[in-house]
DNA sequence: GAATTGATTGTTGGG
DNA sequence: CCCAACAATCAATTC
């Protein structure tokens, strides 16, 4: 187990709309975390385990990617992929919480569909291969 | 048990 | 085929 605390913090960290409490220092975690932080950027992306397994919830910027990114690059045209993310992750700080709950909820959806997934565990049928 | 690090998710386009 | 910034978020590992 890991952050037991994140059990179930009322939807707090997950509706933020509800209750923007932010989790505040939910376990210090994420403060210590963002004190330390700050380390080179390493694009250190390569992989490692999950194998073909369930793939995990999306994240609400995921969607968030998928919608604003056509839109994004009909308002600027002449960007690339790096200043696409810039300028999204831009919007997406300057969403409201109002305009991430439906961004947050997808989120949740995709986090339940993973459960499910994963709760699938072995039934009946399964075992693709 | 709490904290931290790490890996994963999605986008597109290119090397 | 994998990576690039962006943000989130879980998940296992570690202490």
Redesign the pocket.
């Known amino acids: 187990?890991?952050?037991?605390?994140?059990a179930k913090p009322a939807k707090a960290?997950?509706i933020?709309a509800t209750k923007p409490t932010k989790v505040a220092?939910?376990?210090?975690?994420?403060?210590?975390?963002a004190?330390?932080?700050e380390?080179e950027?390493?694009?250190?992306?390569?992989?490692?385990?999950?194998?073909t397994?369930?793939?995990?919830?999306?994240?609400?910027?995921?969607?968030?990617?998928?919608a604003m990114?056509?839109t994004v690059?009909e308002e600027n045209p002449e960007v690339?992929?790096?200043q696409?993310?810039?300028?999204?992750?831009?919007k997406?700080?300057n969403l409201s919480d109002a305009a991430?709950a439906p961004y947050?909820a997808e989120?949740?959806k995709?986090?339940i569909r993973?459960?499910n997934e994963?709760a699938s565990h072995v039934d009946v049928s399964e075992q693709s291969e």
Do not use: C, H
């Open positions: 187990m890991a952050r037991s605390a994140t960290a997950a933020p220092k939910a376990t210090s975690s994420r403060a210590a975390k004190s330390v932080a380390k950027p390493k694009a250190k992306r390569g992989k490692k385990k999950a194998k397994g369930p793939k995990r919830a999306l994240s609400a910027y995921m969607f968030f990617s998928k990114r056509k690059q690339s992929f790096g696409i993310g810039k300028i999204l992750g831009d997406w700080k991430k947050n989120s949740e995709d986090k993973y459960a994963k």
